[in-house]
Structure formats: C-alpha cells, structure tokens
C-alpha cells in the first residue's frame, strides 16, 4: 500500500518521470539535425558545413524531492563565443574524450565542478547545428542530490537550477525575432526571473520539450 500510494503521489515532473520518458523514445530520431536552421531556413546550409566544431552539452536533471530541476550556467562576459548567455555546461569534444557523454561530463567538471560520481547519462538529443558553427551534442543525465558546484570564473558568472516543470511548459515559450547582418533571425525565449534564456540554449530545451512532453 505504501508503494501504491507513493506511485500514486508521483510528480508529473519528477526525475523518474524524466527517465522513464527518455527510456520509451530510446534513439528514435537522433539521426536528425537540428539547430537554427529550422526556424530560419535559409541557413540550411549549417547543417551540411563541413567545418563544424563537435562539441557536447551537459543538459543535468537534479532528482529534487519538490520537483527536477536543471542545471544552467551565465557564460563569462570575455569568452568568445556566446558570451554572457544563458547555457547549458559543455564546449568542444577534445581529441581525449572517448565520446560526446566523456566530454559533457569533463566539461561539466571543469566549469562548474560538477562531480560525475553523482551524474548518470541516460540518452542524447538529435544533434544541435548552431550558427557559430558547432554540431552540439546534447547529452541528457540525472543528478543525485548532494553534490557541490563552484564556477570556473574565466567561463562561468553564475550557475542555478530551473524546474523542469517551468521548462517544459509550452506558455514559457515565445517565438521572437530580430534583424541580424540585414535578415530577420527567429528564435525561442524563456524569460525566468531577471535570466534570459534564448538562442541554442532555448532551441535545445525547446527540443526537449518537443521530445519528451508536447
């Protein structure tokens, strides 16, 4: 009965949810490109440039007893690309990384001290083609509560936590645009609080949604 009834109680957003829900997709679909050409398709020339940079993104549901969260970062004001946005923890796949998981969790390590002992990879995203030029692999883990992060200062001004719940609702997503080198750019946006969350960073959450819960 006490089974059943925590069963029962079980959160819609919680990290089994989460889990079970990557589970029943498995690698359906993952042969996909997407990126910022979908909502921009006179850029579909991203996704065949063969110049690309491979890199991996830590996309880390926390197992909050209240509800999942997710892990993000504010990139550093100085770094080159993407400065002072809203992302998930990773960058380029480096020779040493035996796979897009090894190099997310390095990655996660090095710019917020995220401690893999406590992370489980549990599935990927289709590949994400930004307009910077790199082919990012979204690597999806679960996180065990406990753990400690410490920013890198020279790549990360800030870490938080989002709830998932807020994430995957569809009415925190608004389609924006702007004029960029003279033609309109569209894109997502996720405003929380005083954090702006758009660019690859919305697109990939927007893919997650679009997977997991739409």
């Known amino acids: 009965m006490a089974e ?5 109680a079980r959160r819609p957003f919680d990290a ?3 889990a079970e829900r990557v589970a029943s997709i498995g690698a359906e679909g993952l042969e996909r490109r997407l990126g910022d050409h979908v909502l921009n398709p006179d850029l579909q020339q991203l996704a065949e440039r063969p110049d690309a940079r491979a890199a991996a993104v830590l996309v880390p549901v926390v197992d909050r007893e209240e509800g999942a969260t997710i892990i993000l970062t504010t990139r550093a004001k100085g ?3 993407h400065s002072g946005q809203v992302a998930f923890p990773g960058g380029s796949i480096d020779p040493g990384d035996a ?3 090894a190099a997310a969790l390095r990655e996660a390590r090095e710019e917020i001290a995220l401690d893999p002992a406590f992370v489980e990879t549990i599935g990927r995203l289709p590949v994400y083609v930004s307009g910077t030029g790199f082919v990012i692999t979204p690597v999806l883990a679960l996180v065990r509560p406990g753990f400690a ?3 890198e200062p020279g790549e990360v001004a800030d870490v938080f936590e989002v709830p998932l719940s807020f994430l995957m609702d569809a009415a925190n997503h608004t389609r924006e ?4 080198q003279g033609r309109e ?3 997502y946006v996720m405003p929380f609080g005083e954090r702006f969350i758009w660019g690859v960073t919305a697109g990939i959450i927007r893919t997650l949604y679009e997977r997991l819960y739409a």
Do not use: K, Q, T, V
């Open 4 to 8: 059943a009834a925590r069963e029962n």
């Open 16 to 18: 089994r949810d989460f």
């Open 79 to 81: 770094l080159r690309n």
């Open 99 to 101: 796979s897009p998981e």
């Open 149 to 151: 992060l410490a920013p």
């Open 177 to 180: 645009s702007r004029m960029w």
């Open 185 to 187: 750019r569209h894109y």
